[in-house]
């Protein structure tokens, strides 16, 4: 992105948990550019940005992490106010300023200056396996405690995106958390994630219109988004 919050910003999304492998691949990105393009850097604060929370490294690591069981279980808070005390934050489905649906969060480093590449994303892979480690153990506690309960929200989640007719943006993402996290307890036989994974990038509302040859304002967008995510299911229980 070129002239956006930063002068220049090189963005790597990876799939699977693999944050060295995303910044290898920008890292090598910048390298290049490097050899062509004269960065503002100083010998003692590191690369000089527009922003001066990102001078430093000017690394920004984050991990999208699905947290139903915590916050079905209300421990999310305590767990994202722990976040602050250890150098990271947390952010909603687009990042900075956007807001958690489909319990969703967006965990990242908060300070780029004082440590290297490689020391934050390190850190910020510690502290997410952690996090995993809690929500898994939600996840237990939410078995033993209120199984019937949690069988009927996946199932009656799976119900709603199989039969509505429509659907916003916000109810979607909303009933697919309530969908993966049945299918990670096993307590739906399916979708798999990729099918799931599918549905939470093309049913958001640009995605969607821009496969139908809409506008992101169109008022039939919530039927479009229905009719495609009962088309994805169907096709894979079929």
Request: charge should be negative; hydrophobic fraction near 40%; include cysteine.
């Amino acid at each position: 992105m070129v002239n956006e919050e930063d002068h220049l910003r090189l963005h790597g999304m990876w799939s699977g948990f693999d944050v060295e492998g995303a910044y290898a691949a920008v890292e090598a990105v910048d390298a290049e550019m490097g050899r062509l393009v004269p960065f503002a850097f100083h010998p003692e604060f590191g690369y000089l940005t527009s922003c001066p929370t990102n001078a430093g490294t000017g690394l920004r690591a984050s991990v999208l992490i699905h947290l139903p069981g915590l916050v079905l279980t209300k421990e999310i808070n305590k767990v994202l106010q722990g976040l602050s005390q250890v150098g990271l934050t947390f952010r909603g489905l687009y990042g900075e300023g956007s807001e958690v649906v489909g319990n969703f969060f967006q965990l990242s480093n908060q300070t780029t200056l004082g440590k290297t590449e490689d020391e934050l994303i390190d850190h910020l892979g510690k502290i997410v396996r952690q996090v995993v480690e809690y929500e898994e153990q939600a996840r237990d506690v939410l078995l033993r405690t209120a199984p019937e309960e949690v069988e009927d929200k996946t199932w009656r989640a799976y119900g709603l995106l199989k039969h509505a007719r429509q659907l916003s943006f916000e109810e979607t993402m909303n009933l697919l958390s309530g969908v993966r996290l049945g299918v990670g307890l096993n307590l739906l036989p399916g979708p798999g994630v990729y099918t799931l994974n599918k549905l939470l990038i093309y049913t958001q509302p640009a995605h969607l219109a821009a496969m139908d040859g809409r506008s992101t304002g169109d008022r039939e967008l919530p039927t479009v988004r229905a009719a495609f995510v009962r088309r994805l299911l169907e096709a894979e229980s079929s």
